[in-house]
Nanobody, 122 residues
């Protein structure tokens, strides 16, 4: 499975961005997909994840502002980020768990994209 993330960039606080992650493979529909982020000097953390059935899970910091979704016909998962804050600045990574676990822990995601950088200015 190969993952290609895109959509990052520089945005002002309170702005919006939509990240995309396209996956290779014919069984994308069965994957659990996640978005993680890593800010400079900090550990990688979960942002949001979505199961093959469409159930979602969000970090507290993302609730109410971010929305994860998937388009199985396009093998793509999205992260719509609204009301961005400077503390959202990080490299954002998409990840795939091909076994389709319900909300796997970080180490259970086997495949990772290359990351897309998001910078939110104040």
């Amino acid at each position: 499975v190969q993952l290609q993330a895109s959509g990052g960039g520089l945005v002002q606080a309170r702005g919006s961005l939509r990240l995309s992650c396209r996956a290779s493979g014919r069984t994308f529909i069965s994957y659990t997909m996640g978005w993680f982020r890593q800010a400079p000097g900090k550990q990688r953390e979960l942002v949001a994840e979505i199961t093959r059935g469409g159930s979602t899970n969000y970090a507290d910091s993302a609730k109410g502002r971010f929305t994860i979704s998937r388009d199985n016909a396009k093998n793509t998962v999205y992260l719509q980020m609204n009301s961005l804050k400077p503390e959202d600045t990080a490299v954002y990574y998409c990840a795939a768990d091909e076994t389709g676990r319900i909300f796997p822990v970080s180490d259970e995601y086997r495949y990772w994209g290359q990351g897309t950088e998001v910078t939110v200015s104040s």
